[in-house]
């Protein structure tokens, strides 16, 4: 006698009667397929484009910014970005030392500038920046398009600057760049990088010089900005800690910053997986009906399979196995189209978006997603499988064959 | 004494509470052939499917093979229906989704102490006997009412069970097959030595039994 349900008898029946109703199982696997691809797509896809604006905006700008307050009488001059005092420059880089979730920071000099090639004039922004700060904060090697990165910034005349900003002005590395600074003076430079992070925002005004060229060109000792990497980039506790312990300048973060990426992300999560359910739950109702069908037809089969000695627990394993097998060949099918399509995604070329500058659709392959598109499928089905098995498994012989 | 059913009785609560076994005492032994027979509701399908282990709502005790049958558990009781008990319906009951030896070997593949060529040669050997090896791979609903009522009599005796029920098997067939049933009926119980109890209406059937007992309102009267 089997005492486990999982036997080959058992399993013989279910088949038995799946192949029985090819075309109600086929169409009960295709439901648990579409299913399971249309999440695993619309998953790729959704976090390939969150990932692609988080590496983009996150890693090219820092997650928190501290700026001096500016006065009411600095205010009235709008271009002329305010100052951190030394003292207090380094009275703040004493507290992000000892900081346990600041990974690094860097000193900028931000100042707004006109920018001019031989033959074009742009408003734009000079970072003024310390190579070897700026390194820890930047990989710039990574975005880098041509030329060289932060290193060549030890040469007091180079700037790097964003694509979108070297396609507007007409320069290449090489060429020059005069720059006319709010007190008027002006400077030419030489393009030693160009770089893109992909955002537009981000390659259509940025550029980075020497802090110390620029700090000699503005007639200052003093920096602007101080730019933090933390750790943990959820935990912006020390932007409390330092609104509390200095006075005098203004905090912003990653998220007040970018309020619109953030928000779009969130969007973009519950979409994915609010439509990625709703699917999974029609292709688990599907298999319910099918299966309580079943169940309601073959009322009889199971009655007679009682009377010559399958118990309850066969009769809920004959079906519920049954529901299984739809559910792991749908979820393993849904996996391998949802790679597919994914993967036809990935390789089609898009047009440069006014607000993104990338080649194909970004789309993220992680294995993990793969696992829980085929966990949820299977789940669903063996979910929707269990009560009609369960409905099966109570039916009554004496009842029925009276019935009949 | 293959069963001993003392003092059993049967309530229906529906649609009130009316006692439909009183007090059925019947104790059978191997290589017995018993018919009951009695009017239209008097109880035969009821006392049936309790001797069956279908039904354990009931009062009074019933033995089967020395096992007092309600101490079982409801899986036990499975295999032990699977293994001592054959039944046999009034309505062939075959499973259409399989084939005509698939049937006969369900009980066999539940029970599984034997290999699968070992049960196929004695599955066939058993269609053989009741004339319907020739149809072995059908699908089971390809058949006529006689021959699927042979393969059901193939299906109960597949386990080698001690004891056989049939409530009314031949009530659906026509008097050739009927008395072919009967035959088969006779032969399991003298030449395999097994307990069989009918319930029937053929008159053929308990004039021709080792025990005829007839069912008057839910009580057993010798005849
Ligand atoms: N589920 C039930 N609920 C209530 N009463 C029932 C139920 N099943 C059977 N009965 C009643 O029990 C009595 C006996 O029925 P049973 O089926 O045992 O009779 P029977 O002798 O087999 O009749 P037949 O010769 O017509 O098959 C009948 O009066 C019937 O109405
Ligand atoms: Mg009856």
Redesign the interface.
């Known amino acids: ?2 005492k486990h349900v999982f ?3 058992n399993l ?2 279910a088949l ?2 799946l192949t ?1 109703r090819k075309k109600q199982s086929l169409l009960a696997v295709i439901g648990v397929l579409l299913g399971v691809t249309t999440f695993i797509v619309l998953i790729n896809f959704m976090t390939g484009v969150n990932d692609f604006l988080d590496d983009a905006v996150f890693n090219g700008s820092p997650d928190i910014t501290i700026n001096a307050q500016s006065s009411p009488e600095q205010k009235s001059r709008q271009f002329q970005a305010t100052n951190i005092s030394n003292e207090k420059r380094v009275a703040i880089d004493e507290l992000l030392k000892k900081h346990s979730n600041v990974a690094a920071f860097a000193n900028q000099v931000i100042s707004p500038a006109i920018l001019t090639s031989d033959t074009k004039q742009f408003p734009g922004s000079l970072n003024g920046i310390f190579p070897k700060q700026e390194k820890k904060m930047v990989n710039l090697e990574r975005r880098l398009i041509k030329g060289k990165g932060f290193q060549s910034l030890s040469q007091k005349n180079n700037i790097l600057i964003g694509i979108s900003l070297a396609k507007r002005l007409a320069i290449d590395v090489g060429d020059s760049l005069k720059i006319i600074l709010p007190n008027g003076k002006q400077e030419t430079l030489k393009v030693s990088g160009i770089f893109s992070f992909g955002i537009t925002t981000i390659d259509n005004v940025r550029t980075y010089m020497s802090a110390n060229t620029l700090q000699t060109l503005l007639n200052k000792e003093t920096i602007t900005d101080i730019h933090i990497k933390l750790k943990e980039r959820e935990d912006i506790t020390v932007k409390t800690f330092l609104a509390n312990t200095v006075s005098g300048i203004s905090i912003g973060d990653w998220k007040e910053n970018n309020k619109t990426i953030v928000i779009g992300n969130k969007v973009r999560d519950i979409l994915t997986w609010s439509i990625s359910f709703a699917l999974l739950l029609v292709a688990g109702f599907g298999i319910y009906n099918i299966l309580n069908n079943t169940v309601i037809q073959k009322r ?2 199971i ?12 009769v809920i394993f004959i079906f519920l196995v049954q529901a299984i097998i739809i559910g792991l060949l749908g979820a393993i099918l849904g996996a391998f189209f949802g790679y597919g399509i994914s993967y036809l995604i990935s390789i089609t070329s898009l047009d440069t978006s006014d607000f993104i500058i990338v080649d194909t659709y970004p789309i993220n392959f992680k294995p993990s997603y793969y696992l829980l598109g085929v966990a949820f499928g299977i789940l669903t089905t063996i979910l929707s499988g269990y009560f009609p098995s369960k409905k099966a498994s109570i039916v009554d ?2 009842t029925i ?2 019935g ?1 | 004494m293959i069963l001993k059913a003392k003092d059993i009785v049967k309530y229906f609560m529906d649609p009130e509470k009316h006692q439909v076994l009183n007090q059925i005492s019947l104790a059978v032994s191997d290589g017995e052939l018993i018919s009951i027979y009695g009017e239209s509701g008097s109880g035969k399908s009821t006392l049936l499917y309790i001797l069956a282990t279908l039904d354990m709502d009931f009062e009074g005790d019933l033995m089967i093979k020395g096992q007092n049958v309600k101490e079982m558990s409801s899986t036990a009781l499975s295999d032990f229906r699977n293994e001592q008990i054959g039944f046999v319906y009034q309505f062939h009951h075959l499973l259409p989704e399989f084939s005509v030896l698939q049937n006969v070997l369900l009980p066999a593949m539940k029970r599984n102490i034997k290999s699968m060529e070992q049960l196929r040669e004695e599955a066939l050997i058993l269609l053989d006997e009741m004339g319907m090896k020739a149809f072995a791979e059908r699908p089971s609903y390809k058949l006529s009412g006689g021959q699927q009522q042979r393969v059901a009599i193939a299906r109960a005796l597949i386990n080698d069970p001690a004891l056989i029920l049939a409530d009314e098997p031949t009530g659906n067939l026509d008097s050739k097959n009927s008395e072919m049933v009967f035959e088969l009926l006779q032969e399991i119980t003298n030449n395999r030595n097994k307990a069989v109890v009918v319930a029937t209406h053929n008159s053929k059937i308990y004039a021709n039994s080792d025990r005829s007992l007839e069912m008057i309102d839910g009580i057993i009267r010798l005849s």
Do not use: E
């Open positions: 006698m089997s036997n080959k008898t013989f029946i038995q009667y029985a009889k089969d009655a007679v399979l009682k009377t010559i000695g399958y118990s309850s627990r066969d012989p004496v064959i009276r009949l």
